[in-house]
């Protein structure tokens, strides 16, 4: 029986196990000093290390224009009308000739950078003017705005690049320069086309002055031709000072969760809007002027600059494991828009081209684990990383309909990556919905397959998730994990969030057979959302954090590898009551969760008599307050928790807040 000899975290203890087994683990393989052990009762189940953590999708530009800290809009001029009607290859840039100068702009295909990067920028000067009436610079260039603005600080340092080649017989002067809108200019560099190949020239600029809307103009000063493409400004200052690096503000706030895990890069952006918009990983590693950009299927431009690379990079950062989805082979059956008439839009790769993608497949676990002279980890050895990445865990597919094709594919696959690399556990899919026909016949098929974890994915009402909160008590243990990849209650306030932690109460209580939980969406642009509810808001410049990320951080931040389940009774009856008791065994912190959904306050009582001698006092953390409570961009800490030092006793009764989640840490004496 497969799931008999699965493995969890570090415990790596045969997962359901007997009594005399668990016990065997708990005492010997948990990394308990004697002292505790002796202290603390040998009695609980032991659950996924793993339990909570994020899932990333580009969707409501979380990716370009949010996390990746690039700074420019169609830096490559890739950008096309399949994307945004109006959208073309000069979108965001703007022609600019000041000085009664005059020449010629024009997007080519003849000779770019990299066959992967196919347009780019000509510019002809024809005349600079030198009119005694004119003040300022003169000449003929560009200007770009970013992302609806580029956000510039004081004093901060801004790396500059551009590749580009001199076309015309003499070399060309150019400026690179940001300005205030109104023209002001903040910081200049000056840079010399003097090469007739593609040549990456660099360069820093200092803002003297912070502003929200500064642009980037590159004003060819002398005349000439020459072409342009990748043109990219970046902050020095990214997370962890990484080149094409994240956004350090929010990245940091996912820090900040602690995160066991990040799911990338979706979602429905894996299996694509048809076969030719799937998410291939091999375009998105290397060179950024070398990947294949494309468009994001959730109607906007993807640069693939972040890519694989910084995916795994930014996992290791934060001490979270990566978990990449790669498509089954097939596209979202809603490809097309073919949701408005029931989704019957998946196309599937030919069979004569399922050699070639299995290998893909394959090849990614060489890029991540193999070594650095191995073909593929020798390009991730040559981005600047020689040890693996330790990947883990694969998702095969995205809630994809469960049609033969989907099946043949997708059985393929999963015994190829088996049989060549049984120490990576493969995660299946089982549809878009908690129950229905995908979902029931995509357990069947997990089951008959034998597949170790099954992503679930729901969105619902807050009502839904309180009222299955025991959903995952009558799970059967012998059959797969399940990866809870997607879930969210439709709504960002307190009720909602309120909601989803009585739901992850549940999680933790059957953390033996949940494995991994992840909320979504996690990141989200404002003014552009193409879905609603989402963890984590942000513009140019803040980031609103909303009660269901407290939850989920608070949840994440106090995992536990064993649960209690005697130490609160709470009847299933009380539905907007729920509460857990884990222990941590890297501390051998007990955490306690208490969650009272209601109205008004209620008292709780703990009975953790059978502990040994715990410490008389406890940190603690409440979130709470009104049921319609939201955070905003204006007030964005309504809703935060709040700490405090408080007593405990091995008996206790605590009064929980109406709309509420308190979390108290228990040290032991
Ligand atoms: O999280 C948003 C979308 O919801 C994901 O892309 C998809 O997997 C799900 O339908």
């Keep these: 029986m497969v799931n008999s000899v699965r493995k969890f975290g570090a415990c790596e203890c045969t997962f359901r196990c007997t009594a005399l087994m668990f016990f065997f683990c708990v005492s010997v393989f948990q990394p308990f000093s004697a002292q505790t052990q002796s202290k603390v009762r040998q009695a609980g189940t032991p659950i996924s290390r793993e339990l909570f953590g994020l899932f990333f999708e580009d969707i409501n ?56 990067n196919p347009h780019y920028l000509l510019l002809n000067i024809e005349h600079v003017g030198h009119e005694e009436q004119h003040s300022g610079p003169s000449g003929v260039g560009i200007r770009n705005a970013g992302f609806d603005g580029i956000v510039i600080k004081k004093g901060e340092r801004y790396n500059f690049s551009v590749f580009a080649k001199q076309v015309s017989s003499s070399p060309v002067a150019v400026s690179v320069s940001l300005q205030t809108h109104k023209g002001e200019i903040l910081a200049e560099e000056k840079i010399s086309i003097n090469s007739p190949e593609w040549k990456k020239y660099t360069g820093d600029l200092v803002a003297r002055e912070a502003t929200d809307s500064a642009k980037l103009v590159l004003l060819a000063e002398t005349t000439g031709t020459i072409a342009l493409d990748v043109i990219s400004l970046f902050p020095e200052h990214t997370f962890k000072n990484r080149p094409n690096g994240l956004r350090a503000d929010l990245a940091q706030v996912l820090a900040d969760m602690k995160p066991r895990f990040i799911r990338f890069p979706g979602g429905c952006l894996v299996h694509g809007d048809g076969l030719g918009n799937m998410y291939r990983w091999k375009n998105a590693i290397g060179p950024i002027e070398q990947r294949v950009e494309q ?9 693939a600059g972040l890519g694989y690379f910084e995916y795994f990079q930014f996992c290791e950062d934060i001490g979270a494991k990566p978990v990449p989805v790669l498509p089954a082979a097939v596209s979202c059956q809603n490809s097309g828009g073919t949701w408005r008439i029931g989704g019957t839009g998946q196309r599937a790769l030919p069979l004569d081209e399922m050699d070639d993608y299995v290998q893909e497949v394959l090849d990614l676990i060489e890029w991540a684990n193999g070594p650095p002279t191995s073909r593929w980890g020798s390009l991730r050895a040559a981005a600047g990383h020689p040890e693996p990445f330790n990947l883990e865990y694969i998702g095969i597919g995205n809630e994809d309909k469960i049609t033969p094709e989907f099946k043949q594919r997708f059985k393929v696959i999963y015994d190829a990556v088996r049989a060549k690399h049984p120490e990576i556990t493969i995660i299946g899919t089982v549809g878009p919905f908690p129950d229905g026909e995908d979902f029931t016949k995509g357990w069947e098929y997990a089951d008959a397959l034998k597949v170790p974890v099954i992503d679930e994915h729901y969105y619902k009402e807050p009502q839904w998730f309180i009222n299955n909160q025991y959903r995952y008590d009558g799970y059967d243990r012998d059959k797969a994990h399940v990866y809870l990849g997607e879930y969210a209650s439709w709504g960002n306030k307190m009720h909602n969030a309120i909601a989803e932690a009585i739901y992850m109460v549940g999680l933790e209580r059957n953390g033996d057979v949940v494995r991994m939980a992840s909320y979504a969406p996690l990141l989200a642009k404002k003014g ?3 879905w609603k509810t989402d963890l984590i808001f942000f513009d140019n410049k803040a980031i609103c954090l909303t009660p269901n990320y407290y939850v989920q951080q608070l949840f994440s931040l106090n995992q536990g590898d064993v649960v209690f389940k005697d130490v609160f009774s709470i009847a299933p009856a009380d539905s907007t009551l729920a509460a857990s008791c ?43 307050g009104d049921a319609d409570a939201e955070n905003t961009f204006e007030n964005p800490t309504k809703i935060s928790p709040v700490r405090s030092t408080v007593k405990v006793q091995k008996a206790f009764s605590y009064a929980a807040p109406a709309m509420s989640l308190t979390v108290i840490r228990i040290k032991f004496r």
């Design 61 to 116: 530009y979380s990716a370009d224009g949010g996390i990746y800290a690039e700074l420019i809009q169609n830096r490559s001029f890739e950008y096309s009308p399949t994307e945004q009607r109006e959208w073309h290859p000069l979108s965001f840039w703007e022609y600019l000739s000041p000085g009664f100068s005059y020449g010629q702009i024009s997007i080519e295909t003849k000779d770019p950078v990299h066959t992967n």
């Design 295 to 303: 468009r994001n299927i959730w109607g906007y431009h993807q640069t």
């Design 528 to 530: 552009r959302t193409q």
């Design 582 to 624: 884990v222990r941590e065994s890297s501390s051998g912190d007990l955490i306690l969760k208490i969650v009272n959904g209601g109205k008004t306050q209620r008292d709780v009582k703990a009975d953790l008599t059978s502990f040994g001698r715990i410490s008389a006092t406890a940190e603690q953390i409440v979130l709470s």
